[in-house]
């Protein structure tokens, strides 16, 4: 059960109560995800879509798979990246979010979001976190702003070239850095994670896939479905759901008839990942179950 698989695109857009686009298999699912993220990102802000950007995924990223609908969410309080989710499978994927104005709103005058100013001084090499940040205000002509997202959880902001207390941030004044996940060493196929050998480590946000992970974006219960070269950073696309009933392995079955609840140790026949069905073996009776898997080596009876 992979975790990056297409879902329905009436679904994903019905979450947000406009009409759903046609489900032709021309469709490009990356696309429709984030039309729907922007439109939740304009009514929950109450701001026009004209204001707001979401960078383009790389085509390799995939759109959470979901019974249902799609649901959204701000996961950090800046504002700068929103979660696509699906509540019955727990998968997810973040998307960025820039604003041609500030993400506070745009004021009583309607003043365009020019940039950011630091409160502070600071050195070469420093950090920036929100508190150090404040709205740029005033005309900006022929300068180059960094009109990014302020630091938040999973983003960080180094300082490139010393900077005075109110220095507008310029674009090469500093640089936007993204939390992620690095193999310290080559890692195989099937690998449970957490793993020792994957680390945190900040790394240069511009170029980055768009289904890289930052370190509590892991979903749980999962695994390496391809093997990871040491250095490489971990993305959505290398996972799948982790094989949590094995073929020979012996499984914790949940029976239940009415208010009776039995529990057996039956023979898992083929692997299954966390949701899966599989064919448990009773070894006394040679009689056999369908099972769903709902945890390492742990089933229900699914008749």
Request: aromatic share 2%; hydrophobic share 45%; glycine share 2%.
């Given at each position: 059960m992979s975790i990056a698989t297409i879902?329905?695109?009436?679904?994903?857009?019905g979450f947000l109560a406009i009409a759903p686009l046609c489900a032709a298999e021309e469709e490009n699912p990356l696309e429709a995800l984030r039309a729907a993220a922007?439109?939740?990102?304009?009514?929950?802000?109450?701001?026009?879509?004209d204001v707001i950007h979401i960078p383009p995924l790389d085509r390799r990223a995939r759109v959470p798979a979901c019974d249902g609908p799609l649901s959204f969410r701000w996961p950090f309080p800046s504002k700068a990246t929103v979660e696509a989710y699906c509540a019955s499978t727990q998968e997810r994927l973040f998307l960025r979010v820039t604003y041609a104005r500030s993400p506070e709103g745009p004021g009583a005058a309607g003043t365009a979001f020019q940039g950011w100013q630091v409160v502070e001084p600071h050195r070469a090499g420093d950090v920036l976190e929100q508190e150090d940040l404040t709205v740029a205000e005033g005309a900006l002509s022929g300068r180059q702003p960094y009109r990014g997202p302020a630091p938040d959880s999973a983003t960080?902001?180094?300082?490139?070239k010393p900077l005075e207390a109110g220095a507008l941030l310029l674009q090469d004044s500093v640089r936007l850095e993204r939390k992620v996940l690095?193999?310290?060493?080559?890692?195989?196929?099937?690998?449970?994670?957490?793993?020792?050998q994957l680390t945190e480590a900040w790394v240069p946000a511009e170029g980055l896939p768009g289904d890289v992970l930052s370190p509590n974006a892991v979903p749980p219960l999962v695994a390496l479905n391809r093997p990871l070269r040491a250095g490489s950073i971990l993305r959505a696309s290398d996972l799948s759901s982790?094989?949590?009933?094995e073929k020979g392995q012996a499984v914790r079955v949940v029976l239940s008839q009415g208010a009776f609840v039995l529990e057996a140790d039956l023979i898992a026949e083929e692997d299954g990942a966390l949701g899966e069905v599989v064919i448990v073996l009773n070894p006394e009776t040679g009689r056999r179950l369908r099972a769903l898997v709902t945890g390492p080596g742990q089933a229900e009876h699914a008749p």
């Open positions: 879902c329905r695109l009436g679904a994903l857009l922007r439109s939740f990102v304009a009514q929950d802000l109450e701001r026009s879509k960080r902001l180094k300082v490139l690095r193999a310290q060493a080559t890692l195989s196929a099937k690998l449970r994670l957490p793993h020792p982790a094989t949590l009933v």
